[in-house]
């Protein structure tokens, strides 16, 4: 579903890569939880896999398609295979609820209709299907500067999952909310994941919550592979290798 072939990352000529020689594959139905030290390329990583930080060398391979050959045209279609959420939310504030969902829906037609706010019925019970999956649908006309963090990531999760993309990607979705808040944001990824049969790959500091949703893990540092294995394979030792 997602292959890397000897990827390197390297945002600057001279500079040491962010992403060393990374060779891995994908399928759909893993949850993939990437542990690494601050600075070890996990960012980096995400923003490869979906296209917006380009890899300097190597092959990427999403649904059977090279990144590097396609098309923008293709690449566009890509992208909405490729659903994201980020630490920061990235929502519009004084939108509601329901219109940043909406949003997950532009690259599925023409600019203008976007501009227009023209949603199809079929779009607006997909937001009220996900807004509800993440329990949200009571908030669906509150505006998003009004929500606690642990609500707007569920907002950005269902603007996410309307795109009904195959693959979810989350660059530390969890590291601004409290622990109690993040396992639950974990439950919801957890299901929606099983559900819909994704691929799900998620930056995650907190080892615990790896540990505990992730079918599989994958350990960086300083932009190599250190660790690749199950949760109950990733033992202390391998904790010191990524960590130390
Ligand atoms: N836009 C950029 N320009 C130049 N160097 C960058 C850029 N973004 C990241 N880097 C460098 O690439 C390396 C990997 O950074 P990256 O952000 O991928 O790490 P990270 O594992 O996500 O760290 P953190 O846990 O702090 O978010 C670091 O050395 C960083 O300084
Ligand atoms: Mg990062």
Redesign the pocket.
């Known amino acids: 579903m997602l292959e890397m072939k000897e990827v390197v990352v390297q945002?600057?000529s001279g500079a040491d890569p962010?992403v060393r020689d990374l060779t891995l594959s994908f399928e759909q139905g893993e949850f993939v939880c990437v542990l690494?030290r601050?600075?070890?390329?996990?960012?980096?990583f995400i923003r490869t896999i979906n296209g917006l930080q380009p890899q300097t060398s190597g092959q990427i391979t999403v649904l059977g398609c090279e990144l590097k050959k396609m098309s923008q045209k293709k690449q566009r279609s890509m992208r909405r295979e490729i659903g994201m959420i980020f630490q920061h939310f990235h929502l519009i504030p004084r939108l509601t609820v329901e219109q940043n969902v909406f949003t997950g829906r532009f690259g599925h037609k023409p600019a203008w209709k976007n501009f227009l706010g023209l949603f199809s019925d079929e779009e607006k019970s997909l937001t009220d299907y996900y807004l509800n999956e993440v329990g949200l649908l009571e908030y669906k006309n509150r505006r998003v500067e009004r929500l606690s963090g642990g609500q707007k990531q569920r907002v950005g999760i269902a603007r996410a999952m309307v795109q009904r993309p195959s693959i979810l990607l989350g660059d530390?979705p969890v590291a601004s909310l409290d622990p109690t808040t993040a396992d639950y944001i974990f439950q919801i990824l957890r299901q929606l994941h099983e559900e819909k049969e994704l691929l799900t790959v998620i930056?995650v500091h907190d080892i615990e919550l790896a540990r505990k949703y992730a079918t599989r893990i994958i350990g960086l540092k300083q932009g190599h592979l250190v660790f690749d294995g199950s949760p109950g394979q990733l033992s202390d030792h391998h904790l010191k290798q990524i960590y130390e």
Do not use: P, V
Not at 38 to 44: D, H, L
């Open positions: 945002y600057e962010a690494g601050s600075g070890a390329g996990k960012s980096t530390e930056n």
